[in-house]
């Protein structure tokens, strides 16, 4: 590149040519700072690469504003140089670059620029640096745009994908409000129907908003696959969340059927050419396959919620997906133009995936009290996260696994201090679930200890914890109704909270948390209708020995040998029972 545009041979190239010879070296010079190579400390090769990239830059656009058909190239230095932006981690300055491109683009400008523009705009909005935090509104007021060109041009794919990303952006930002009716349009776009009804609630949305999308965005083009696969994925966390157990099964079994059908085969290296109406091809960088693969374990483990059982499904798809991450000799296929970032951040999802379902074993074993097996997970979690350099980012999940782990262990001091320590190492996060999570945990355990002297400080922050939880959403209401039940005075509103809770959980399938509400609810009619107590108490004794139950039958040795189960559930359900049965055959102890 020197030689050709510095050389002796300078003149020898077109104008055409020598604006591709500066594109290709700042495109070169950028895989060089993305992979970390520049700056003062990078090789002696590498040194004032951004120099020479920003120079590259500049004379690019001076060729494209010179010469008038060359004018619709200097868009793509434009992007260049936001793109040099973001790996100095120059935020704002790189979304006024593309936000001033994007003003002046016009029908000379082709789709694939236009687009290339508005994605790399929308990438920028998202990205978040110290001084600079996403902006989602502005990244979903940028996909409607996209959208809009998209329809006016025909490009149906392209539609698509912005509903897509606008369904991500959806779930990042926190709006669950709206995220269900977007779940059911992406899904509707890409000819995935699951109900009746809810064909008819999104064909009338369709109606009122935009047009439907034609045949050729649901053909089984590599990007149709890909959509369908990020969307599945997406609706089945969405239901997860809000407890609608079937619906999230029904979008699992489809995600699970795309998968066999060898779909990430048709972009192995992470790389899709979409053909569009007019103009070139559009070259997109996707979520890479394996990172697809193994996520999706992940997903259908975090989707099975119930935990009873001998092989419950939940635990057998996260100790798959972990296998599935030790097969080291599954290499990864990148894409010929693909840099040592592209092939590093592969492998930091890859990394976050397996800390991911550690930590979903660890909890399940907790669940299960497979204390053994727990802290091995345990164990082997922050082994993986510190060899990663993920233990920063993982700690708040780590400190809440071991508060859990202490408090099933009845190590309550132990437990007290790991609570607090995961709500403060979580008390910056934009989620905030480890924060309420473990704050949940703390106020549950001082509760049981029964310390009068700070009995009124326990009931203060109960009632806040009460708050938060409703504000959060499904998945901790049932909780919140557990802890309303504790403080409430009278035995009808108790009622009320635990059979509010109880519907919750039964429909979610949480076989773990309504086993406890089903024993708070038997010691509430053990004297007004005992044998509505004895079916919840049985019930409960079924799931307490099922939450632990070994695999092979023959290994559990009922006389004498290894107590499996929930063992505190199941002995206190077992003399509540005895003592009904003896004060109904009027003995006294």
């Given at each position: 590149?020197?030689?050709?545009?510095?050389?002796?041979?300078?003149?020898?190239?077109?104008?055409?040519?020598?604006?591709?010879?500066?594109?290709?070296?700042?495109?070169?010079?950028?895989?060089?700072?993305?992979?970390?190579?520049?700056?003062?400390?990078?090789?002696?090769?590498?040194?004032?690469?951004?120099?020479?990239?920003?120079?590259?830059?500049?004379?690019?656009?001076?060729?494209?504003?010179?010469?008038?058909?060359?004018?619709?190239?200097?868009?793509?230095?434009?992007?260049?140089?936001?793109?040099?932006?973001?790996?100095?981690?120059?935020?704002?300055?790189?979304?006024?670059?593309?936000?001033?491109?994007?003003?002046?683009?016009?029908?000379?400008?082709?789709?694939?620029?236009?687009?290339?523009?508005?994605?790399?705009?929308?990438?920028?909005?998202?990205?978040?640096?110290?001084?600079?935090?996403?902006?989602?509104?502005?990244?979903?007021?940028?996909?409607?745009?996209?959208?809009?060109?998209?329809?006016?041009?025909?490009?149906?794919?392209?539609?698509?994908?912005?509903?897509?990303?606008?369904?991500?952006?959806?779930?990042?930002?926190?709006?669950?409000?709206?995220?269900?009716?977007?779940?059911?349009?992406?899904?509707?776009?890409?000819?995935?129907?699951?109900?009746?009804?809810?064909?008819?609630?999104?064909?009338?949305?369709?109606?009122?908003?935009?047009?439907?999308?034609?045949?050729?965005?649901?053909?089984?083009?590599?990007?149709?696959?890909?959509?369908?696969?990020?969307?599945?994925?997406?609706?089945?966390?969405?239901?997860?969340?809000?407890?609608?157990?079937?619906?999230?099964?029904?979008?699992?079994?489809?995600?699970?059927?795309?998968?066999?059908?060898?779909?990430?085969?048709?972009?192995?290296?992470?790389?899709?050419?979409?053909?569009?109406?007019?103009?070139?091809?559009?070259?997109?960088?996707?979520?890479?396959?394996?990172?697809?693969?193994?996520?999706?374990?992940?997903?259908?483990?975090?989707?099975?919620?119930?935990?009873?059982?001998?092989?419950?499904?939940?635990?057998?798809?996260?100790?798959?997906?972990?296998?599935?991450?030790?097969?080291?000799?599954?290499?990864?296929?990148?894409?010929?133009?693909?840099?040592?970032?592209?092939?590093?951040?592969?492998?930091?999802?890859?990394?976050?995936?397996?800390?991911?379902?550690?930590?979903?074993?660890?909890?399940?074993?907790?669940?299960?009290?497979?204390?053994?097996?727990?802290?091995?997970?345990?164990?082997?979690?922050?082994?993986?996260?510190?060899?990663?350099?993920?233990?920063?980012?993982?700690?708040?999940?780590?400190?809440?696994?071991?508060?859990?782990?202490?408090?099933?262990?009845?190590?309550?001091?132990?437990?007290?201090?790991?609570?607090?320590?995961?709500?403060?190492?979580?008390?910056?996060?934009?989620?905030g679930f480890v924060r309420l999570a473990a704050r949940v945990g703390e106020v549950v355990l001082r509760i049981g200890q029964g310390d009068e002297?700070?009995?009124?400080?326990?009931?203060?922050?109960?009632?806040?914890?009460?708050?938060?939880?409703?504000?959060?959403?499904?998945?901790?209401?049932?909780?919140?109704?557990?802890?309303?039940?504790?403080?409430?005075?009278?035995?009808?509103?108790?009622?009320?909270?635990?059979?509010?809770a109880l519907e919750l959980v039964t429909r979610s399938l949480d076989n773990h948390l309504r086993a406890l509400i089903l024993a708070l609810m038997?010691?509430?009619?053990?004297?007004?209708?005992?044998?509505?107590?004895?079916?919840?108490?049985?019930?409960?004794?079924?799931?307490?020995?099922?939450?632990?139950?070994?695999?092979?039958?023959?290994?559990?040795?009922?006389?004498?040998?290894?107590?499996?189960?929930?063992?505190?559930?199941?002995?206190?359900?077992?003399?509540?029972?005895?003592?009904?049965?003896?004060?109904?055959?009027?003995?006294?102890?």
């Amino acid at each position: 590149m020197h030689s050709s545009l510095g050389g002796d041979g300078s003149g020898a190239l077109s104008f055409e040519q020598e604006m591709q010879a500066y594109g290709m070296q700042a495109e070169i010079g950028l895989k060089v700072v993305s992979a970390g190579l520049g700056g003062a400390d990078g090789p002696r090769w590498a040194r004032g690469v951004e120099s020479e990239i920003e120079e590259a830059i500049g004379q690019g656009t001076r060729l494209c504003q010179q010469i008038a058909s060359l004018k619709p190239f200097r868009c793509h230095f434009s992007i260049l140089r936001a793109h040099l932006l973001l790996t100095q981690s120059q935020v704002k300055a790189c979304r006024a670059i593309l936000k001033k491109e994007i003003n002046s683009l016009n029908t000379a400008y082709s789709s694939s620029i236009a687009y290339t523009c508005y994605f790399t705009y929308i990438s920028a909005l998202l990205s978040s640096a110290s001084s600079q935090t996403s902006d989602y509104s502005g990244a979903l007021s940028a996909l409607e745009r996209v959208q809009s060109i998209a329809h006016s041009r025909g490009d149906t794919q392209i539609s698509t994908l912005a509903l897509s990303i606008r369904l991500q952006v959806l779930m990042r930002a926190g709006l669950w409000d709206i995220v269900g009716e977007t779940c059911e349009l992406a899904e509707a776009s890409l000819g995935m129907m699951f109900e009746d009804q809810d064909r008819q609630r999104v064909d009338a949305a369709a109606d009122e908003s935009e047009p439907t999308p034609s045949s050729s965005s649901t053909d089984p083009t590599p990007l149709f696959l890909y959509m369908k696969i990020h969307v599945l994925m997406l609706s089945i966390l969405y239901h997860t969340r809000t407890s609608s157990s079937k619906s999230a099964s029904l979008r699992l079994t489809a995600l699970h059927d795309i998968l066999d059908s060898d779909a990430l085969e048709s972009f192995p290296s992470g790389v899709l050419q979409v053909t569009l109406t007019a103009g070139p091809d559009f070259c997109l960088n996707v979520t890479h396959p394996r990172i697809l693969y193994e996520l999706a374990f992940l997903v259908s483990g975090v989707c099975k919620r119930d935990v009873v059982g001998r092989k419950p499904k939940r635990k057998i798809f996260v100790r798959e997906g972990l296998g599935v991450c030790d097969e080291v000799e599954k290499l990864v296929t990148m894409s010929l133009f693909s840099g040592v970032h592209e092939a590093r951040a592969v492998e930091r999802g890859l990394n976050k995936i397996r800390a991911d379902g550690l930590c979903e074993l660890v909890s399940i074993c907790i669940m299960r009290s497979e204390f053994d097996e727990a802290e091995e997970s345990l164990n082997n979690l922050v082994a993986h996260t510190r060899t990663t350099n993920l233990f920063q980012s993982y700690s708040p999940q780590i400190a809440l696994l071991s508060a859990y782990f202490a408090h099933a262990l009845g190590q309550t001091s132990r437990a007290l201090d790991c609570y607090r320590s995961a709500a403060y190492l979580d008390r910056s996060s934009e989620d905030g679930f480890v924060r309420l999570a473990a704050r949940v945990g703390e106020v549950v355990l001082r509760i049981g200890q029964g310390d009068e002297e700070s009995e009124e400080e326990v009931q203060a922050v109960t009632v806040q914890v009460i708050k938060e939880c409703k504000v959060y959403g499904a998945q901790f209401e049932p909780i919140a109704g557990i802890l309303e039940a504790i403080l409430a005075r009278e035995i009808i509103e108790i009622k009320k909270s635990l059979k509010s809770a109880l519907e919750l959980v039964t429909r979610s399938l949480d076989n773990h948390l309504r086993a406890l509400i089903l024993a708070l609810m038997a010691n509430m009619y053990l004297l007004t209708a005992s044998d509505h107590a004895q079916m919840m108490l049985k019930t409960c004794q079924q799931l307490a020995s099922g939450l632990g139950a070994p695999e092979d039958k023959s290994n559990e040795l009922v006389n004498g040998g290894t107590v499996v189960g929930n063992v505190p559930l199941g002995l206190w359900s077992s003399i509540v029972e005895r003592e009904k049965s003896q004060r109904l055959n009027g003995r006294r102890n």
